[in-house]
């Protein structure tokens, strides 16, 4: 069975810096495209960043220049390196596939902008 553990969220000030992981477990992990995946309170889950197998990446405009996805496939991880946080980015991050499927949403990782 599958799972997707998530962590890195935090508090930070606007302007910081924050590296969220994603590890899966229990998939063939380097086979599958992955993407970062936000919801924030009272808003609709929405695409923040993808990557291929081969480490090709697409990011959401909101995103684009300030937020940096990759991935580790020896270690099963992806990775968003998130700098010049602003107050909109705070949402739970998730990891999955790319498209998402169902089973693969794990617990997310908070990320709160705020001074």
């Known amino acids: 069975q599958v799972q997707l553990v998530e962590s890195g969220g935090g508090l930070v000030q606007p302007g910081g810096s924050l590296r969220l992981s994603c590890v899966v477990s229990?998939?063939?992990?380097?086979?599958?495209?992955m993407g970062w995946y936000r919801q924030a309170p009272g808003k609709q889950r929405e695409l923040v960043a993808t990557?291929?197998?081969?480490?090709?990446?697409n990011y959401a405009d909101s995103v684009k220049g300030r937020f940096t996805i990759s991935r580790d496939n020896a270690k099963n991880t992806v990775y968003l390196q998130m700098n010049s946080l602003k107050p909109e980015d705070t949402a739970v991050y998730y990891c999955?596939?790319?498209?998402?499927?169902?089973?693969?949403w794990g617990q997310g990782t908070q990320v709160t902008v705020s001074s």
């Open positions: 229990g998939s063939s992990f380097s086979f599958y495209r």
């Open positions: 999955n596939k790319f498209p998402p499927v169902g089973d693969w």
């Open positions: 990557i291929t197998t081969s480490g090709n990446t």
